[in-house]
């Protein structure tokens, strides 16, 4: 989609582990990617992982969230144009699992 329509990327594993390993709980990695067809403009883009992550767009990182901590909140601006590549490196050490990037127009 085009524009704020697709504006979020939430995957959250809680305690239940994760399906595709097994049910594995703590000591995982996954990274998640995919495009985004952004209307020209300033967008507002905010991650938040537990336990940590680093989020790309366009090729670039643009969040550095990789230290182990409970629920960092990191944010950027960024202009964006068309179709972009974004891609979010996450990383689980232990107890809850989770992560998600929300963008939004900037007025």
């Given at each position: 989609p ?8 939430l ?6 582990g994760?399906p595709?390993?097994?049910g594995?709980?703590?000591g995982?990695?996954?990274q998640?990617?995919?495009s ?10 905010r991650?938040?992982?537990n336990d ?14 990789w230290?182990?901590r ?11 144009s068309?179709p ?12 809850f ?10 007025c």
């Amino acid at each position: 989609p085009r524009g704020p329509s697709a504006s979020a990327l939430l995957l959250n594993w809680g305690s239940a582990g994760v399906p595709e390993l097994r049910g594995q709980k703590d000591g995982f990695s996954a990274q998640i990617f995919g495009s985004v067809d952004f209307a020209p403009g300033a967008y507002h883009m905010r991650s938040l992982a537990n336990d940590g992550a680093n989020v790309f767009v366009g090729g670039k990182q643009v969040v550095n969230g990789w230290k182990i901590r409970s629920k960092p909140v990191k944010s950027k601006s960024l202009a964006l144009s068309g179709p972009t590549d974004i891609r979010v490196d996450f990383h689980d050490t232990n107890s809850f699992a989770f992560v998600r990037l929300g963008w939004i127009p900037e007025c």
